[in-house]
C-alpha cells in the first residue's frame, strides 16, 4: 500500500527520484525535448509546467507593480532597464572621504571621484530625459527596483528546483514571453513505442 506518499515515486529512492526529475527538467528546458518512458515524463511534466507558471506569475507581479506607477509600457521598460544597470538615486550624491571613512571605506582620489561624479550625473540625466518630473521620475525609479525584487523572488524559487542558473535565464527570457497568454497546457507528451528489453513505453516530452 501507497498510504502518504501523494505522486508517482517512478519506483525510486527520494533523493535518488528527486535528482532524476531535475536532470529530466532542465534536459527539457535546454534542448526543448526529451526522450523517456511515460510515467518518468509524466512526473517531469508536473514539474516542468510548475516551474513554468511560477516564472509566468512573478513576471506578471512584477509588470503589474510597475505598470501602477508607470502606466506607459515603452517608458516602464526604459527605466527598467535603466534600474538594472545602475542602482542609484535621482537624490543621490558621492559621499566625502569622511562620509565613507566613518562607513568603514577607504577614501577615494580625485580622479576616482570626477569618474563617479560623472557617472551619476550621467545616470540621472538619462532618467530625467526619460521622465521629467522629479518627483515622478524618483518613484519610477523606486517602482523599477520593487519590481526587479519580485521577478528575483521567482527566479530564486525556479533556480531551488533546477541545477543550472543558465536554464533559469532561458525560461524568463525566452518561455515567459512565449508562453505569457497561455494558461497552462506548456508541454506534450507524444507516444515512440516501446523500448526493446523490458517493453517499457517510450515517449517524447517537449515543449509545445
Same mark, same amino acid.
Given at each position: 500500500?501507497?498510504? /502518504?506518499?501523494?505522486?508517482?515515486?517512478?519506483?525510486?529512492?527520494?533523493?535518488?527520484?528527486?535528482?532524476?526529475?531535475?536532470?529530466? %527538467?532542465? =534536459? *527539457?528546458?535546454?534542448?526543448?525535448?526529451?526522450?523517456?518512458?511515460?510515467?518518468?515524463? #509524466?512526473?517531469?511534466?508536473?514539474?516542468?509546467? /510548475?516551474? $513554468?507558471? $511560477?516564472?509566468?506569475?512573478?513576471? #506578471?507581479?512584477?509588470?503589474?507593480?510597475?505598470?501602477?506607477?508607470?502606466?506607459?509600457?515603452?517608458?516602464?521598460? /526604459?527605466?527598467?532597464?535603466?534600474?538594472?544597470?545602475?542602482?542609484?538615486?535621482?537624490?543621490?550624491?558621492?559621499?566625502?572621504?569622511? +562620509?565613507?571613512?566613518?562607513?568603514?571605506?577607504?577614501?577615494?582620489?580625485?580622479?576616482?571621484? #570626477?569618474?563617479?561624479?560623472?557617472?551619476?550625473?550621467? *545616470? !540621472? !540625466?538619462?532618467?530625467? =530625459?526619460?521622465? #521629467?518630473? @522629479?518627483?515622478?521620475?524618483?518613484?519610477?525609479?523606486?517602482?523599477?527596483?520593487?519590481?526587479?525584487?519580485?521577478?528575483? @523572488?521567482?527566479?530564486?524559487?525556479?533556480?531551488?528546483?533546477?541545477?543550472? +542558473?543558465?536554464? %533559469?535565464?532561458? $525560461?524568463?527570457?525566452?518561455?515567459?514571453? !512565449?508562453?505569457?497568454?497561455?494558461?497552462?497546457?506548456?508541454?506534450?507528451?507524444?507516444?515512440?513505442?516501446? /523500448?526493446?528489453?523490458?517493453?517499457?513505453?517510450?515517449? !517524447? *516530452?517537449?515543449?509545445?
Amino acid at each position: 500500500m501507497r498510504h /502518504r506518499m501523494a505522486g508517482n515515486r517512478i519506483n525510486m529512492p527520494e533523493p535518488r527520484r528527486r535528482a532524476a526529475v531535475r536532470s529530466m %527538467v532542465d =534536459g *527539457l528546458f535546454i534542448w526543448e525535448h526529451i526522450n523517456t518512458t511515460d510515467a518518468r515524463a #509524466k512526473v517531469a511534466q508536473g514539474e516542468a509546467e /510548475r516551474l $513554468i507558471a $511560477i516564472a509566468i506569475r512573478g513576471h #506578471k507581479r512584477s509588470s503589474e507593480h510597475l505598470n501602477a506607477v508607470v502606466p506607459d509600457s515603452e517608458t516602464a521598460e /526604459r527605466v527598467l532597464e535603466l534600474a538594472r544597470r545602475a542602482r542609484f538615486s535621482l537624490d543621490e550624491s558621492v559621499p566625502s572621504n569622511e +562620509e565613507r571613512a566613518q562607513a568603514g571605506k577607504y577614501p577615494l582620489s580625485p580622479d576616482a571621484r #570626477k569618474r563617479r561624479e560623472d557617472r551619476l550625473a550621467a *545616470l !540621472k !540625466k538619462e532618467m530625467l =530625459g526619460i521622465i #521629467k518630473d @522629479h518627483d515622478e521620475a524618483q518613484a519610477a525609479l523606486t517602482a523599477a527596483r520593487e519590481a526587479m525584487a519580485i521577478e528575483l @523572488h521567482a527566479r530564486r524559487m525556479v533556480l531551488k528546483r533546477l541545477p543550472r +542558473e543558465v536554464t %533559469v535565464k532561458k $525560461i524568463f527570457e525566452q518561455l515567459v514571453p !512565449k508562453y505569457s497568454g497561455r494558461h497552462g497546457g506548456y508541454t506534450r507528451i507524444t507516444k515512440l513505442g516501446t /523500448r526493446r528489453g523490458d517493453a517499457s513505453l517510450i515517449v !517524447k *516530452l517537449e515543449l509545445v
